[in-house]
């Protein structure tokens, strides 16, 4: 048996003369003679196999990369970030974004040769069908075998007729094969386009650390050295801050709960400035319209990307009531761990104020503990003021509910907002988390169940609890405002300086001013030295904290008809909830510097990954799978048995119509399908010689034959062209 590249070359002369048998044009057997003529053996071409087992390799190489690629890169484990992985590196990712491009590369040429290829098959495979032997009602007439020269499996005004009742005039069953092929192969492309998007995701690039973070462990475990006392620094810390502090500033470290700034429901007005603002840009004056707001030591927003890390927060609840002077509690004077300041003047102008500030309980034990796990206490604070010409006294508590733990950093997994509180330990849930990296380290000095500091026994109690490096928020507040280094506590030498001055000079801001009072002109703030009486300056400093329904100068409140007793209790609640998240500002940057804890972030690279259901990668598997595998068997069908023509071409149709060219005379032709002797004539070749003929071993291709052509013998044409 030859191959194509033979074809010219095994012609041969045969001696004795050959006598043909074909069908008429009424399918009757007719017997013909011819004269020795030339031959050549039958031949198969595997080459048609090679190039479809290629067309499916990179069909099948463009859809895996593809398929992989909506799970994984090609070369690492995952997208997102993975502790213990050691494949997932940014030249991993580099390797496997080019290898998808050159994966949709590959998928783009098999798109375009889809179906010239699927074609050129149907064409090698239309000659073996014609070749089979005949079968009763099955055989094709000339003007099917027409439809398969002209390769209608791609014309679709031929399918039209085929769907249209024209079928036993054009049809047979390899075109119906063909046109199914060619189906399945055109709609490849349209359906990996249609169910297959890509879109672009964060991929590993990079992680960095930032140290020294607040470690709640750390910052509060109970065996800080002795000398680790404050000597007024926290309090002169605080106090700078609630001078400095308005409402309108922007407060970077003020936290807020998710705000559902991507939601498509309706929000207020209010909500919709908080997130036209962004995160690290609210205010105090916002803090109400907040959800949960808190405080934390990075800027609000900071996002860890594509790590999970957690990051400590604190927050309070503040209310504030009026009491009776009945109700101040009197534990505070008997009490030597509570804290008492009393402050009681009058001047020779017998203008006269007094002050008395109590915080019960055990105020020289700082109440946070050493732990990561949620812990919650409650502070008091009950302060009772008089003034000259006010009957009676103003008096209120104030009561700070103060929580700390951790949260979850914003980041990619968490939709890049604040998590909430957590009630446990977070390396808890770090250690089961392959995102989370470790942020922690170990220690064994501490005991979560232990209150923090040393127990003074002093009995001075103001020195006791003004010593104490880690108090609470509100005895830091008491004592910036009201302790040894506020500005009562050093009053005495602030008004003795320049005493016979006559002019009007600032002492100091007054603490929290532009808390209890929207931003005005900033002398306003200012605590002013009187020349005559020095008690008055003080007297207005204490009057600041009691905000009434009526103020005016101190000359009006000494005119009792001009004065209501009646405390401004929600400008104090939202004062004091400022003033407690700049308190634990100014004590957490206070603490003395240890070895805190790492966070790890990584903002990731944007990279390009496909997108697709599990139902859509199956059926297109499974589509790709049937097409590729019908047409492989297409082309193993045209390979393996031996036919008289490469391909079913104009050339072979030329030889068929030499061989009745007396009834297709060259003339004009205006509608083929009129001419009824397509359908009468057969349309297969077959070996006219058949198997009696054992002395001439040369076969005869013949239309009609009723003989299928072998490859064991030379055959030729009845009426070959000269």
Not at 103 to 117: D, E, K, Q
Not at 220 to 226: A, C, I, L, R, W
Not at 313 to 325: H, L, M
Not at 385 to 398: H, R, V
């Amino acid at each position: 048996m030859a191959t194509d590249t033979d074809e010219t070359d095994d012609y041969q002369t045969q001696e004795p003369s050959t006598e043909t048998t074909r069908l008429d044009s009424t399918g009757e057997a007719q017997h013909k003679s011819f004269p020795n003529e030339p031959s050549s053996l039958l031949h198969t071409s595997w080459l048609i196999v090679l190039l479809a087992s290629c067309y499916a390799g990179a069909a099948v190489f463009a859809w895996a990369a593809t398929c992989i690629s909506t799970v994984r890169p090609i070369f690492a484990d995952s997208y997102e970030y993975k502790v213990m992985s050691r494949l997932n590196t940014p030249d991993a990712y580099v390797k496997s974004e080019r290898f998808l491009k050159m994966a949709r590369v590959v998928g783009t040429t098999v798109s375009v040769i889809t179906i010239p290829l699927t074609s050129a098959i149907c064409a090698q495979a239309a000659v073996v069908f014609l070749q089979q032997p005949r079968r009763s009602g099955q055989s094709p007439t000339l003007r099917q075998s027409m439809a398969l020269a002209d390769k209608s499996w791609n014309n679709p005004m031929l399918i039209f007729k085929l769907v249209t009742g024209k079928w036993s005039k054009y049809g047979s069953r390899f075109l119906a094969a063909a046109i199914l092929l060619n189906i399945l192969g055109i709609t490849m492309a349209p359906l990996q386009e249609t169910f297959v998007s890509y879109k672009p995701v964060k991929r590993t690039s990079s992680s960095h650390s930032l140290w020294n973070n607040l470690d709640l462990t750390k910052a509060f475990e109970n065996d800080y050295p002795p000398e680790d006392v404050d000597n007024d620094f926290v309090t002169l810390t605080t106090s700078g801050k609630l001078i400095s502090t308005n409402m309108d500033d922007a407060q970077p470290r003020l936290w807020s709960g998710d705000l559902r700034c991507n939601s498509t429901s309706e929000t207020d007005h209010q909500t919709k400035d908080l997130c036209a603002i962004g995160a690290g840009q609210y205010s105090f004056k916002d803090i109400e319209d907040l959800k949960n707001p808190f405080w934390a030591a990075l800027p609000a927003g900071f996002n860890t990307g594509l790590t999970r890390q957690y990051m400590a927060r604190f927050n309070c609840s503040v209310k504030a009531e009026q009491i009776t002077s009945d109700s101040f509690p009197s534990s505070c004077y008997s009490d030597p761990q509570a804290l008492h300041l009393y402050y009681n003047k009058t001047s020779s102008s017998q203008a006269q104020y007094s002050l008395r500030v109590c915080m019960p309980g055990n105020t020289t034990q700082s109440p946070w503990k050493p732990q990561r796990s949620r812990q919650d206490f409650r502070e008091q604070l009950f302060l009772s003021a008089t003034f000259s010409g006010l009957n009676g006294s103003l008096s209120m508590k104030i009561t700070f509910d103060t929580t700390a733990g951790y949260f979850e950093v914003p980041n990619y997994m968490n939709g890049q907002v604040a998590g909430p509180l957590l009630d446990d330990d977070p390396r808890i849930r770090c250690q089961a988390d392959d995102k989370c990296p470790e942020q922690f380290h170990h220690s064994t000095r501490r005991g979560d169940s232990q209150n923090v500091g040393p127990d003074w026994t002093s009995d001075n109690t103001t020195w006791s609890a003004g010593h104490n490096l880690r108090k609470g928020p509100l005895l830091n507040l008491a004592m910036a405002l009201f302790g040894r280094a506020s500005f009562l506590g050093s009053a005495f030498r602030l008004l003795a300086s320049n005493v016979d001055s006559s002019e009007y000079r600032c002492l100091q801001i007054q603490p929290m001013f532009n808390l209890f009072s929207a931003p005005s002109r900033p002398e306003k703030s200012c605590i002013l030295k009187f020349p005559l009486d020095p008690v008055l300056v003080e007297a207005d400093y204490v009057d600041f904290f009691f905000p009434t329904s009526y103020r005016n100068n101190i000359d009006a409140k000494r005119d009792i008809s001009s004065f209501e007793d009646e405390i401004d209790i929600p400008v104090v609640e939202k004062a004091f909830t400022a003033a407690a998240l700049l308190a634990i500002d100014g004590l957490i940057i206070s603490q003395p510097s240890v070895e805190y804890n790492r966070l790890i972030f990584d903002m990731g690279a944007d990279t390009l990954v496909p997108v697709m259901s599990p139902a859509a990668m199956a059926f297109i598997s499974a589509q790709l799978c049937l097409f590729l595998g019908s047409l492989l068997a297409m082309a193993l069908y045209s390979a393996l048995k031996p036919r008289w023509t490469l391909q079913l071409d104009a050339f072979a149709m030329m030889g068929i119509g030499a061989h009745a060219a007396e009834k297709f005379p060259l003339l004009v032709t205006r509608k083929v399908q009129e001419y009824s002797v397509l359908d009468q004539m057969p349309g297969w070749i077959g070996d006219a010689m058949g198997d009696q003929d054992e002395i001439n071993s040369a076969g005869q291709l013949e239309l009609g034959a009723l003989l299928p052509g072998k490859g064991a013998r030379p055959s030729r044409w009845d009426q070959p062209f000269q």
